[in-house]
């Protein structure tokens, strides 16, 4: 006669128990063998994660700033291959170089009232498409996230009024003169509105006008 055997596991987040029995015609005639194991909860107390994080945190983390930064490169190529056929950007590496050396804010600035060249154009667009603005994706924003950028926002918004700079482009351009760092400074933080066009203006002040 076949002996029977039946095995019992209690499977948990940290843990693992078993229970191995002996099976006869009636049920279970006897406990063979039985244990847990316990696993560490892969977690841990450090500077790096913060107590008690997961360490997949940190690879989580890693992950997101490759995929920002691959989709940045996407964007870029596809905004590069689009310029190119449009002929606003230079197909030969030289001249290309030789167009990266103009400074994208004065270029910005100039065209608030003067036309840009086609190459120049392309310069301008470029260096917005590393620099799109705070857009946040949330339906509504708490003060612990997009709150806190809604501010600076705001603080921007009202510079802009007071200053008579009829874009952002003009105002960066004026800090650059100064030396002043836009990226450094924590009182403002550029919203997508910003480039896009500012929307303060008055139909009749607003044509003409570049939105860069």
Known sequence: MKNFYRLGLDIGT?????????LGPDGPTQVIDMGVRVFSDGR???KEIGPGESLAVQRRTA??????RDRLLQRKKALVNFLVREKL???DPASRTEICKLNPYSLRAKAVSE?????????????????????SNRKTDSEDDGGKYKKRIAALDTVLDESGYKTLGELLNARKKTGAR?????????????????SRLSPKNRRGISPI
């Not at 060249?117 to 799109?132: A, D, F, I, N, S």
């Not at 450094?184 to 500012?198: G, L, S």
């Open 115 to 135: 036309r840009l060249t086609g190459e120049e154009l392309g310069r301008v667009l470029l260096h917005l498409c590393q620099r799109r603005g705070f857009k």
């Open 89 to 91: 950007w230079p197909k």
């Open 14 to 22: 940290n843990s693992l128990g078993w229970a191995l029995w002996e």
């Open 182 to 198: 836009f990226r450094a400074d924590t009182e403002y933080y550029p919203d997508r509105h910003h480039y896009i066009m500012n």
């Open 44 to 46: 841990e107390t450090g």
């Open 63 to 68: 992950r997101g700033m490759r995929r920002r």
